[in-house]
């Protein structure tokens, strides 16, 4: 798989005869679903400081089983039509 991205391509990459480049099209989400995830994530940790790391993964961990507990935020951030038919 090639995300078409030019500064991700080579200019003089021999490809042997047994491989094909599946190129994405300009703009694939659903291939990387769990991008717009990370912000719900994010958003409790952004502009805040963690002397141990054990204390940000505290943290985050409270932020995922929150998530995990509440599908609606996800299925509204996430937006895809195979998240939203999603049934726990």
Same mark, same amino acid.
Request: overall charge positive.
């Given at each position: 798989?090639? &995300? #078409?991205?030019?500064? %991700? /391509?080579? $200019?003089? +990459?021999?490809?042997?005869a047994?491989? /094909?480049l %599946?190129? +994405?099209?300009? !703009?694939?989400?659903?291939l990387q679903p769990v991008?717009p =995830?990370?912000a719900l994530?994010?958003e409790?940790v952004a #502009?805040e400081t963690?002397d /141990?790391l054990?204390? +940000?993964?505290r943290v985050?961990? /409270?932020? !995922?089983?929150y +998530?995990?507990? &509440?599908p609606?935020t996800? $299925?509204?951030?996430?937006g =895809?039509?195979?998240a939203?038919?999603m049934e726990?």
């Amino acid at each position: 798989m090639v &995300d #078409n991205a030019g500064r %991700h /391509r080579a $200019k003089r +990459l021999p490809i042997p005869a047994n491989v /094909r480049l %599946h190129v +994405l099209p300009p !703009c694939t989400p659903e291939l990387q679903p769990v991008e717009p =995830f990370w912000a719900l994530v994010r958003e409790v940790v952004a #502009n805040e400081t963690y002397d /141990r790391l054990g204390e +940000l993964r505290r943290v985050v961990r /409270r932020r !995922c089983r929150y +998530l995990a507990s &509440d599908p609606g935020t996800v $299925k509204g951030a996430v937006g =895809f039509r195979w998240a939203a038919r999603m049934e726990r």
